[in-house]
């Protein structure tokens, strides 16, 4: 039991003590002239390094920075980088200074986890302004390794240092051993553990009370927990039917310091309390814990100390020898340190670097010729340039070859586990092959297959490269799901049964995004086959219908991208697209779709709507998303509130960070948010539906789609609370049973964004460096030439328009105070479709750009009202689309976008939806751009 605990530990960051180490023999680096700075005189640089015992092992960074910067108009941090380990950035603390002859600096800590204290780290300083955040001022990069420091410590002739710096390495390498699958670490000779025993704490074991369930529950286990922090926990069980759950809190005792904590829920459903960051130089202390309901206790206390745990843990004969050696290990270390702290003069905390003893500076990275000017905000690129896709397992402290067994595992059930006697409850796998070459993703929940799961399918197949996987279910889609002819030519039936028969013939857009982006990335990865295989082609073509479509006459809307506010709506049709659906966001994809189709201008706008709408629909205090919202970002259509649709929010969210990073800053503060969120609700007990505000729903579960999606906000995610998410999936079981479609499938993409293995495959056209977006300038009006006024003589005119559809009316009044001759159109009713077209082809040819300026009068409930400039097939970008319900006596005057025409039998459309009554062309005016300001 207790072993188990300990494999699914990530490390041990142990807790020393709030000295900071003098620099005597420990010091490496050399200083770095600041560059970019507002003058020369006054750049930041670089002083030394030096090993850090403050809380958490690490080290310490100390720069000098001139007083000008400090102040509230700049922000002032250090970013510690390295390869395969995650981006921490380091905050000014204006009280972390120490001082010599005068001169202060500033001291940043990089915290490094046991096992990885031979990795390397590299730390800058970023001077910027508070303003933009754009950058002033750096420091080159300086190298951290705290293994150099650690072998520093054990070289030294102080016979204390030496005990202590050998101890740590002899700890280090345990570590690395139990949680990298590394068996050894170079240069260091390991201390000899055999004299560690259960003897050796076996005082510890009277201190440990028997558990009793006198109340209303009962302490059933408690162990030591390795990770970032260092913790103890202990575990509730036989609660009594009639405690809240949601009230419990676990109270802790060491010393005179009394904490409490709330209480979180495992995968298996048990309910736990932590004490959070025991020091090395304190793991003797004895805790004395009990759990609460709200005020009132209700479990007997017991004693608990990291002593005790190695006590048990020695004396068990379950526990593996690795593990019983990196808790022998982990004594010594905690002796060495004391021992180490209780030598140091009592004024050390305030010892500064010593520069004479700094190392040479070939140690350093000079890199000065990549640090960014003072008009760059950041000088980071996404994965999908710089092809290094940041692998969180692995930061863990998770072996490569487990992550791979972990991703195949989760395939191999998924795709070929078995049914067992009932499909639905008993099964474990949602792919099933039809014939030789065809396969359809099961919705186990409702007995269907969707357009959402068949996409899904083919993008972890194509991360998987599994060809055969992708290839048969892309035939099943294009055969059974692909509307070839009608008004919905070139989308996809949203939901169709297993043999085939569609249930629905409307779209659900995050399908078609899925199966373009899944697309493109076969094409650049396999190459291009004939027919439907010819990955690219079909890609794009699923592109184009996304934004421009065919005429169809008594169809309400035509694009999946609303083309007016550059926005994915919820279904092309209808009422249903007038409103939107956060999670359809997916402006990573929107990135690669600019690369690889022709409307790159398009397809960045709707990436840029996207990351903007974000801002909106997402709480301002939880970070939680609606499942439908208006354009606005308002919860609509009855579900407003966090749900099914809304977990994958936080990983559209954190996979554009790691792509693309166009928007860092806003994203990594919302994963943070987001995480915060969660992590207040319990680690293994939060549930997948809230209110907006964080209020949970009834009869809400603690779903692993949704522990997926939140552990890829950890891509994004700049705390410590983003390690207990990748843990908590890592740790999950591969969904199976009735809902394992919708979880399995997020299960399966959540692994493989956090592994690193969810990627950018473009293809030779990909333009990758895209350029930067086109400054507007307003067209003067001058450059507008009027070509057809029928403000006053619509009457003169009448053979010249046509209905708009066969329910179309059209006939001339007199209307309005001066008696204007108006066109009268007739409401289509519920669900049709009204109108009028003008021939304008002797007035437009190809490449004019033209804009049209009308009025219209409403005298029914009219719920949108549409223009568009056509060539008499297809409507154009250009579109007037009201989608409020305008009410009876208002008048809407507007002036249409400028629209290029596409060819000379030109129409201009003027429609109406869902109207009943009447409503009234009163003016309208065309004009024609002058050629001299067309510059497209």
């Known amino acids: 039991m207790i072993e188990k605990l300990i494999s699914a530990a990530v490390a041990f960051s142990l807790a020393i003590s709030s000295v900071v180490m003098p620099g005597a023999s420990l010091l490496a680096g050399a200083a770095t002239e600041g560059v970019n700075a507002v003058a020369a005189t006054e750049a930041p640089t670089f002083e030394t390094i030096s090993l850090t015992l403050t809380g958490i092992i690490g080290a310490n960074v100390f720069y000098t920075i001139p007083d ?72 080159g990069r300086d190298t951290v390794v705290v293994s150099n420091y650690v072998n520093a410590f054990a070289a030294s002739s102080d016979a204390i240092k030496s005990a202590f710096g050998k101890a740590m390495q002899t700890y280090g390498y345990y570590s690395q051993k139990m949680f990298n699958d590394l068996e050894e670490l170079p240069n260091i000779t390991l201390l000899n553990l055999s004299d560690v025993t259960t003897s050796t704490v076996a005082d510890y074991e009277s201190d440990i009370r028997p558990y009793r369930g006198t109340i209303k529950g009962e302490i059933s286990q408690t162990s030591l927990y390795l990770d970032s922090g260092t913790g103890i926990r ?59 309901e709200g005020k009132t206790q209700i479990t007997d206390t017991t004693n608990y100390g990291a002593y005790s745990y190695i006590y048990t843990t020695l004396n068990s004969p379950s526990v593996s020898k690795d593990l019983k050696n990196l808790v022998r290990a982990l004594y010594k270390y905690s002796v060495a340190t004391e021992a180490l702290l209780e030598s140091l003069p009592p004024d050390d905390s305030s010892s500064t670097p010593d520069s004479s003893s700094v190392a040479d500076s070939s140690s350093k990275v000079d890199d000065s010729s990549s640090v960014t000017d003072s008009s760059s905000v950041s000088d980071e690129k996404g994965a999908a340039y710089t092809g290094e896709y940041v692998n969180l397992f692995a930061e863990m402290g998770i072996s490569s070859q487990k992550v791979e067994q972990k991703l195949n595992d989760a395939f191999n059930q998924l795709f070929y586990g078995t049914d067992g006697k009932d499909i639905i409850n008993e099964g474990k796998r949602v792919y099933y092959p039809v014939g030789d070459d065809m396969a359809y993703i099961y919705d186990t929940g409702n007995n269907d297959v969707r357009s959402e799961g068949m996409s899904y399918g083919m993008m972890i197949a194509v991360q998987m490269n599994k060809k055969e996987e992708f290839d048969r279910l892309w035939k099943w889609a294009k055969t059974y799901m692909y509307h070839s002819s009608g008004e919905r030519k070139g989308m996809f039936a949203w939901q169709c049964t297993t043999s085939g028969d569609i249930k629905d013939n409307n779209s659900a857009p995050d399908g078609e995004e899925y199966f373009a982006a899944a697309l493109l990335f076969a094409s650049a990865r396999w190459g291009d086959g004939e027919g439907i295989y010819n990955y690219r082609s079909e890609a794009l073509n699923i592109l184009s219908y996304m934004l421009y479509v065919n005429d169809r006459p008594g169809y309400q809307l035509n694009t999946a991208i609303d083309p007016d506010r550059k926005m994915v709506v919820f279904v092309p049709y209808g009422s249903a697209a007038t409103f939107t659906d956060p ?97 207040s609700e319990g680690i293994g007990q939060y549930l997948d539906n809230y209110t907006l505000d964080g209020v949970a729903k009834y009869n809400a579960d603690h779903s692993i789609g949704a522990v997926g999606c939140n552990a890829v906000a950890s891509l994004a995610a700049d705390h410590n609370k983003k390690w207990d998410f990748v843990r908590e999936l890592w740790t999950s079981p591969i969904p199976e049973g009735k809902w394992r479609y919708y979880n399995g499938l997020l299960y399966m993409l959540s692994l493989l964004n956090v592994s690193g293995n969810y990627k950018v495959y473009m293809s030779e056209n990909a333009t990758l460096e895209l350029p930067p977006e086109p400054v507007e300038e307003a067209i003067p009006d001058g450059a507008w030439s009027e070509i057809l006024n029928h403000t006053q003589t619509l009457s003169a005119n009448t053979s010249n328009y046509k209905p708009y559809s066969s329910s179309s009316s059209i006939s001339f009044n007199k209307f309005g105070p001066s008696s204007t001759q108006c066109l009268q159109i007739t409401g289509g009713g519920a669900s049709g479709a009204s109108g009028i077209k003008l021939n304008v082809s002797d007035l437009l040819k190809d490449g004019d750009y033209a804009k049209a300026e009308f009025r219209i009068h409403v005298t029914g409930a009219t719920e949108s009202i549409q223009a568009f400039l056509t060539d008499g097939n297809n409507r154009l970008p250009m579109k007037y689309s009201g989608t409020e319900t305008f009410k009876t006596g208002e008048w809407i005057s507007y002036t249409t976008a400028p629209t290029k025409a596409k060819s000379d039998n030109g129409e201009l459309y003027f429609c109406v939806t869902n109207a009943s009554g009447f409503w009234y062309l009163v003016d309208l005016v065309l004009y024609k751009l002058d050629p001299e300001y067309i510059t497209v």
Not at 80 to 101: E, I, M, Q, R, Y
Not at 636 to 641: A, N, Q, T
Not at 651 to 673: G, P
Request: aromatic content about 16%; glycine content about 6%.
């Open 583 to 679: 999670s359809y966001h997916v402006p990573a994809f929107y990135e690669l779709f600019a690369r690889e189709s022709p409307d790159k201008t398009t397809w960045l706008e709707v990436a840029k709507t996207s990351r903007e709408f974000f801002r909106k629909c997402t709480h301002e205090k939880t970070g939680l998303s609606p499942e439908y919202a208006t354009f606005e970002g308002e919860g609509c259509g009855g579900r407003g509130d966090y749900g099914y649709d809304a977990w994958r929010v936080p990983m559209n969210i954190a996979m554009d960070y790691s792509w693309w990073r166009k928007d860092d800053e806003w994203q990594v503060a919302y994963a943070n948010r987001i995480q915060s969120f969660f992590h």
């Open 234 to 292: 202990a575990y509730l069980s036989n609660l009594s039917a009639d405690v809240d759950t949601s009230n419990l809190y676990m109270q802790y005792k060491v010393g005179t310091v009394t904490n409490r904590v709330k209480v979180q829920r495992d995968n298996a459903g048990k309910y736990y309390g932590e004490v959070p960051d025991v020091p090395a130089d304190k793991l003797s202390a004895m805790y004395s814990i009990a759990f609460y």
């Open 68 to 139: 000008a910067y400090l102040t509230e108009n700049y922000i002032v941090e250090t970013e510690f980088t390295g390869a395969g380990v995650s981006k921490v950035t380091v905050p000014l603390d204006v009280n972390k200074v120490v001082s010599t002859a005068g001169k202060k600096h500033y001291m940043f800590t990089l915290p490094v986890k046991s096992c990885n204290m031979q990795k390397e780290y590299f730390a800058r300083l970023y001077v910027r302004k508070a303003s933009d955040r754009s950058t002033v001022a750096t420091t």
